[in-house]
C-alpha cells in the first residue's frame, strides 16, 4: 500500500513541509502549455493525475484533477476543478472514463511507477502525455558545478525516458521541450539565464530535489554561485545565457497519441 505523509501527500516529498509556496514559484508556463494541450489533440475530457495546483489544464476540456496533498490542492487557484484526494496508483475511476490524461512533473514522484502508467492506461481511452525531465540529460544544466547533488537526487529520482516509452507502449513517442528565457514555472533549468534566481531560498524551496538536500549541501552551492556571479566568473562562461531566448535542456514530453 503507498504510505502517505500527513497532509496525504503520497510521493517522496512531503508537500506540507516543502510545498507552502509551491505555486507562487511555480506558475504555468504558456509556451510550454501550448505544447501539450497540442498533444493532448482532440479529447474533450482529460484526467490530471498529480495535479497539483493545476498548471497546464487546459482550459477548453473537460477536466478531472487528482491531488493527494491537501497542502497542494489548497493552492488551486478558484478557476480551477477542485481536485479529487486520490493517488496515481489507484484511481477511483472506471475504465476507459476519459479521452485523455496528462501527469506533469509528477512521474518521479510516485512509489509505484509502473502500476501508476497501468491505471493512466486503464482509465484513458485516447492520448496520454506525461512531461519529465530526461534523467540522461540532467547534468548537461551548468548548475551542476554548483550543486551536483541536486542533479544527483533528480537523477536517481526521474525514470529512463526508455521506460516512460516502454510503459506506455509501442506508438508512444517523445518530444523535447524548449524553456524559454522568462520561464513562468520555477524548474530548475528554468533559470538558465537567470542565475540570480539560485541564490533566493524561496526559489529553490519549490524544486523538490533541492528541498531533499541538506541545507548545508544547498549554502554551499549557493555561496559558490553568488562568489561566480560576483567576481564575473560565470558570465566569463556562460553569460550568454542571459539573453538566449530558449534553452534546450532536459525537458521532455512522453506521448501516447
Ligand atoms: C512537482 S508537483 C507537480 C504539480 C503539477 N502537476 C504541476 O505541473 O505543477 C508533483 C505533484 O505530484 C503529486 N504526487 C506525488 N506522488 C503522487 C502519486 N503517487 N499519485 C498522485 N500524485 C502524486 C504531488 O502531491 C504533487 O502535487
Known sequence: MT???????????????AGQRYAEFRQEEPFIAEQIRKAL?????????GAGAGSYEPTDIDVTAIEPS?????????????????I???????????DAAMATFTVHQWHDLAKGIAEMKRVTRGSIV???????????FWITEYLPEALDREMSRFPAIDLLLDLLGPSARVETLLVPLLCKDGFTTAYYGR????????????????TLLDEEIRERGRQKLARDLADGTWDARYGHLRSQPF??????????P
Open 3 to 17: 504510505q502517505r505523509w500527513q497532509d496525504g501527500s503520497a510521493g517522496d516529498i512531503d508537500y506540507a513541509a
Open 41 to 49: 489533440g482532440d479529447a474533450k475530457s482529460v484526467i490530471n493525475i
Open 70 to 86: 491537501a497542502t497542494m490542492r489548497a493552492q488551486r487557484p478558484a478557476h480551477r476543478v477542485a481536485a479529487i484526494d486520490a
Open 88 to 98: 496515481a496508483e489507484n484511481l477511483p475511476f472506471a475504465d476507459d472514463s476519459f
Open 130 to 140: 506525461i512531461m519529465a525531465s530526461d534523467p540522461a540529460h540532467l547534468h548537461d
Open 195 to 210: 542565475p540570480e534566481m539560485f541564490l533566493n531560498p524561496a526559489v529553490t524551496g519549490a524544486m523538490s530535489s533541492w
Open 247 to 256: 534553452y534546450d535542456g532536459s525537458m521532455r514530453l512522453i506521448v501516447r
